[in-house]
Every structure is written in structure tokens, then in C-alpha cells.
């Protein structure tokens, strides 16, 4: 990230690691000093650090040069969607009423970043706009630069909050906008005063924590150096030998984003490259991303109950092999379920032509449901699905096999039981409280095409390319929405749900999932039959063989996660309160791409992760030995 590599250059200069070029001691008084340096004077009804996302729509405007906070907007556009505007000192009457009308009708509170030396005026276009704004909506004042700027720039005394630092670097910048979100709190107290109103040591403390923040590796206990040369020497090799066209990566330790990256291309023509807001079809991680945190969060809610029985929630199984399936068994892939069931090879008859009600070329009232342009099915079609789930046969033997049957059926449970559309209910519930405004299902319906990952050259089915829709053919046959596949998202926002899992179940101050449901998912069901997964995650093998392996071998067996067919994987280890995410479109052009397995990809990044720490841990090992050694040498002299 932008913030990274500007803080290795102010501090060091040289890409080396920090801690062979400063002591660790030195770059925590650095971080600290700069920390400190940043006060918030104000804060009506505790409006800091900001907790309400899922109702709160917010703002940014920058006032004079917007390029002196570029650093401050970017890091508040990685909590959630923001709509930047800047004014100029000479701003028209046109240009502030333009940016007025957006911020009074659709914004609740805006963030007004200021970074201009004292000696500059402001026009009474400025100051009538700020004045009016104030009346109308909350304002939380950034102030960058020396402390004239509070006492000159109108109307500061009418904002809701204020943050003040005296330094205005790319650093100060970040730090200010995650104190605005509670990834860091605010510690700091004037060195000096600046009016009547704020005095020497007065400043307001806020909590931090409260989500993912983005700072210096070591500072979380991870060799940046290590790490950086380690993932991208992997990528790099995965990007040449074409296993995948691009991909994204990110890796959070001790709730900090360490590592952030975006490689290569949409596709193999290199024509556009990936983009950290870009999305990507998650394929199967949709199964923990959507279908898990629904089941969880209604358990706690008493709308479900994972030791009940199918039959229990879908009626329609009550009197076949399936109505007297557990819950319980059935997440854990436990209940002799047939792993997939290859539902639009049944519309065909055996000249391939489609069976009547299932296909047609042309959209009708009675084929709503857009496979592509030229390809429609049945309305009623999703009822012969679950007709062919409920009579497919089980598995002549007990045991662990991969289903994703199921988990095409759990939308409507959670339709029926809270009166909400699965995609709907994840929105409200999750996602837009959290930050995690791109992770969504029929992407098109609210992302621009080129900030989606095309993934495969389908020639069977709907031969087309797969671009913007769903890759997974029976979420498709499901208008896109299914918990088994259908979601998309890029690697930050998926980083926000998956901390809140690391959280156990808390992320910006609100408690999602109870501590006691996820250890209950997360847990290893059925070890003592040879069955390592747990409710919907995936776990270590229980005994570990790198053959079978898709994770680290470091992994801990605490560690959960998933992986999607697409080219998808994230893990979780609370044992290093670590989160490693890779997203990739490995099925473009064509599934048959095996290279991300063979070449173990995966897992080497995996992997990586774990040695960035053991590699810190020997830095800082020898860093304590050098100052046992420095102290004796001079109780010697």
C-alpha cells in the first residue's frame, strides 16, 4: 500500500527491514510521536469513532488542495463507500452549490479534510457554505497544519467533531482517518494552546480496535521484507506460468492489514489490471461468507437450530432418506449427501435439445430468470431442482463427503424465517454494517462491468464468456443468489467479515455472531471419525499429509477457512491472529487450468505468512540479545 512504502522512505530510504536499519523500540516511539501528535478537540455525542455504517451515509470534502490529503480519503475509502468531492479557496457559487445539494440530500455526515497554510483566505463562498452546511448536517473537521488554520477556517467552533494534527504527512493522514473509524484510538493532547477553547492537554481519548487498521508490518510482528519478496516471488511465478491472470492478496495479523497487493490482469490480454476495488466470483467461499453467518446469526436469533433435523425447516423432505438428517451433520459434510448434482445437463434431452419448460432463447413472463442473452428458464424450474436434491441417492457409506446440496436450499430458510431475501438479509444484516459494501451477488445490478473479474469461456452451457454473472451453473439457475456460489468481492471487504469471525463475532463495536455459535462452527465435529471439517469451514487435515494439503503446515489446528473453485481461499488462525485471503480467477479461460493446485500456490503463500512471523521473531530475538550485549559491554567499562 500507498501508506507502507511512503513510510519506509520517510523513515529508512532504503528497502531493507525496518529492523535492520532501526530498533524496533525506536520505530514503536515513531509510531507512538505521531500518534500522540493527532488530538481530537471535540466530539458532540461521542459522533467518534463512527460505529453506525449500516445508516449512516458519510462524505468526504476536501477544502483547497485536494492532493494535500489524497493519503487521509484513501484510507477512509478502505472502511466503507464514500463519496469524495473537493472546493477550491476561489470556489464558485456554481461549484459549492453543486456539491451542497449532494451533501444535504445524501449524505449524513461529512468529513471535511483541511490542509492549507494560515496566510490563505478563504472566499465568502466557502464560508457561507460552511456555515449552511453546518446547520443541516453533522461535520467532523480534519485539520492538518499548524494550529492558525483552527482559529482562521469559519465556522470551525459549529462542527460535531474536530481532529487536529499539527503535522500533515501521509502517515498523520492515515492515522487521522482510521481514528475516525476506531481501528486506532485517539490518544493525543495539545502540546500547546491554540485559542480560549482548547488548552494545553486537553484532547479527548476514544477506543481503537474496533476494525481492521493499516499500518507497519513490524509493529504487528511480521518481517515486511520477508514477506514482500516471499509473496511476490510466488505470484510472480503464477503470473508467468499463467495459473492465473491476476490476483489479489491480503493478509491481516493482530488486526492490522500487513500486507495488501494487487497482481496482474483480468485476463490473459493485459489490458486491464487488477485494482484492489475490483471483484471477483468467490465461488464456494460463498458458503461461509453468506450461507454460514446467516445460519449463525438466526440460531442466535431462535429462527434455527443446528441440532434439528431437515425435515424440520423444508417440509417437502419430511418421509424421504433426507427428513431425518442433522443439521449438524449435514454443515459438516457428514450426512452421506452426493456432493453436486449437475442440474442443467437435466434440461437436455438426449439430442441435446432443451425439454419443454426449462429453456427458451427469448425472455417471457413465464422464463424470467437471464442465464445470458439469448437464454431464459422456467420460473418453476428452481421447484424440479429440489425435487432432484430430495431424491438423489445418499452415499452407500458414512463418512465425510463434500456437499454442496444443501446449501442451494438455505435461501429460502432464511426468507421464510425472516421475512427477508437471503441477498437482502446479508446486505442489512452484515455487510453494509461492516463496511462491506462489495461483497454482493448479481454484481452487474450495483458494480460497473470493468470492476468485475471475468472468470470462464463457458462452451457447454452458455456459451459465453462468464462475466459479471455468477460461474457456478446452478446458482445461476438460482437468479445468482445461492449460498453454495454467487458471491463476489474483493479482498478488503471479504477482510471485514472475516475479522469479525477472528473478533468472535464483533467488528466496529457491534457484537454480530455470539462468541459461543462461532466456536461451535468453527470446531472439528466429527474428528473421531476420521471427519476434520467444521460447520460449513473447512479445518487441517487431522493428521497432516502435504499431498492432500491446501493450507500451511503451521497452520494451527484452531485455524479454519475455505477455499472456491474459481481460484478463491481465505484461512483464519486464532492461534496467530492471522487472516491470509487470495483471490484469483484461475477458470479463465477454462476450468482445466490446473496449475494453481499443482504448483501449490495456496498453501506457499499460506505459508509465507507464517515465516514473515517466524522471521520477526528472530529479528526481535536478536535485537534483545544486542541490547543484553550493548549493556554488559558498558557495565564492563
Not at 110 to 120: D, L
Not at 143 to 150: A, L, S
Not at 400 to 410: A, D, P
Amino acid at each position: 500500500m500507498r501508506l507502507l512504502s511512503s513510510l519506509l522512505v520517510l523513515l529508512f530510504a532504503l528497502p531493507v527491514s525496518i529492523l535492520a536499519q532501526v530498533s524496533l523500540d525506536s520505530l514503536q516511539s515513531y509510531h507512538q510521536e505521531n500518534l500522540t501528535s493527532i488530538v481530537l478537540l471535540k466530539n458532540e455525542g461521542r459522533l467518534l469513532p463512527i460505529r453506525d455504517l449500516g445508516s449512516t451515509s458519510i462524505a468526504h470534502l476536501s477544502i483547497g488542495d485536494a492532493s494535500a490529503t489524497t493519503e487521509f480519503a484513501q484510507i477512509l475509502q478502505q472502511y466503507t463507500d464514500i463519496k469524495s468531492f473537493n472546493l477550491p479557496l476561489d470556489a464558485t457559487g456554481n461549484q459549492a452549490g453543486e456539491v451542497f445539494k449532494y451533501l444535504i440530500n445524501y449524505s449524513d455526515l461529512t468529513i471535511i479534510s483541511v490542509n492549507e497554510p494560515f496566510e490563505v483566505g478563504y472566499s465568502p463562498i466557502i464560508e457561507d457554505f460552511i456555515r449552511d452546511l453546518s446547520k443541516r448536517i453533522d461535520i467532523v473537521y480534519n485539520i492538518f497544519g499548524p494550529k492558525e488554520i483552527v482559529n482562521s477556517f469559519p465556522y470551525v467552533n459549529q462542527a460535531k467533531a474536530i481532529l487536529y494534527s499539527p503535522k500533515s504527512t501521509n502517515y498523520t493522514q492515515s492515522l487521522a482517518a482510521q481514528i475516525h473509524f476506531g481501528a486506532i484510538g485517539a490518544e493525543g493532547k495539545l502540546a500547546e494552546d491554540i485559542n480560549t477553547d482548547f488548552k494545553v492537554n486537553d484532547g479527548i481519548i476514544t477506543k481503537g480496535g474496533l476494525r481492521l487498521s493499516f499500518g507497519v508490518p513490524e509493529l504487528a510482528g511480521i518481517d515486511a521484507t520477508f514477506l514482500n519478496q516471499k509473496v511476490e516471488s510466488i505470484l510472480q511465478e503464477g503470473l508467468d506460468s499463467m495459473a492465473f491472470p491476476g490476483a489479489q492478496v491480503l493478509i491481516a495479523k493482530n488486526g492490522q492489514v500487513v500486507y495488501q497487493n494487487n497482481f496482474g490482469f483480468h485476463t490473459y490480454d493485459k489490458t486491464q489490471a487488477v485494482r484492489s476495488t475490483d471483484v471477483y466470483d468467490l465461488a464456494s467461499v460463498t458458503k461461509v461468507a453468506a450461507g454460514v453467518p446467516a445460519l449463525m446469526r438466526m440460531q442466535d436469533d431462535g429462527l434455527f437450530d443446528i441440532d434439528a433435523k431437515l425435515a424440520d425447516y423444508f417440509p417437502d423432505f419430511k418421509g424421504s432418506d433426507k427428513g431425518d438428517l442433522f443439521f449438524r451433520s449435514i454443515l459438516a459434510h457428514n450426512a452421506q449427501l452426493q456432493p453436486y448434482i449437475v442440474f442443467w445437463s437435466k434440461t437436455q434431452k438426449k439430442n441435446g435439445k432443451y425439454r419443454g419448460r426449462t429453456f427458451k432463447t427469448k425472455a417471457h413472463k413465464n422464463y424470467p430468470i437471464k442465464i445470458t442473452d439469448n437464454l431464459y428458464l422456467h420460473k418453476k424450474y428452481k421447484g424440479k431442482m429440489m425435487d432432484l436434491v430430495k431424491k438423489s441417492p445418499l452415499n452407500k457409506e458414512p463418512g465425510y463427503v463434500y456437499s454442496g446440496l444443501t446449501f442451494l436450499m438455505y435461501p429460502d430458510l432464511v426468507q421464510t424465517k425472516t421475512g427477508n431475501r437471503f441477498d437482502r438479509y446479508l446486505y442489512t444484516t452484515f455487510y453494509k454494517k461492516i463496511g462491506a459494501n462489495r461483497l454482493v451477488f448479481n454484481p452487474l445490478e450495483r458494480i460497473n462491468n470493468t470492476e468485475i473479474i471475468p472468470t470462464e469461456e463457458d462452451d457447454f452451457f452458455r456459451n459465453a464468456l462468464v462475466h459479471g454473472t455468477v460461474h457456478d451453473e446452478a446458482a445461476a439457475m438460482l437468479s445468482g443468489i445461492s449460498a453454495n456460489a454467487g458471491l463476489f468481492g474483493n479482498s478488503t471487504d471479504l477482510a471485514k467479515l472475516l475479522q469479525m469471525y477472528l473478533n468472535g463475532g464483533s467488528y466496529g463495536g457491534e457484537q454480530f455472531i455470539e462468541k459461543s455459535t462461532l466456536r461451535d462452527f468453527t470446531t472439528c465435529q466429527f474428528c473421531d471419525e476420521g471427519n476434520r471439517r467444521g460447520l460449513g469451514f473447512d479445518k487441517p487435515l487431522i493428521e497432516y499429509d502435504a499431498k492432500k494439503s491446501y493450507i500451511a503446515k503451521s497452520a494451527s489446528k484452531y485455524s479454519y477457512g475455505h477455499s472456491g473453485f474459481t481460484g478463491t481461499f481465505f484461512w483464519i488462525d486464532p492461534a496467530e491472529d492471522l487472516i491470509v485471503i487470495f483471490l484469483s480467477n484461475r477458470v479463465h479461460p477454462t476450468r482445466n487450468n490446473r496449475k494453481l493446485y499443482t504448483m501449490e500456490i495456496r498453501e506457499r503463500l499460506h505459508q509465507a505468512a507464517y515465516d514473515a512471523i517466524y522471521e520477526f521473531d528472530k529479528l526481535e530475538k536478536q535485537e534483545t540479545n544486542n541490547k543484553s550485549d550493548t549493556k554488559h559491554y558498558k557495565e564492563r567499562e
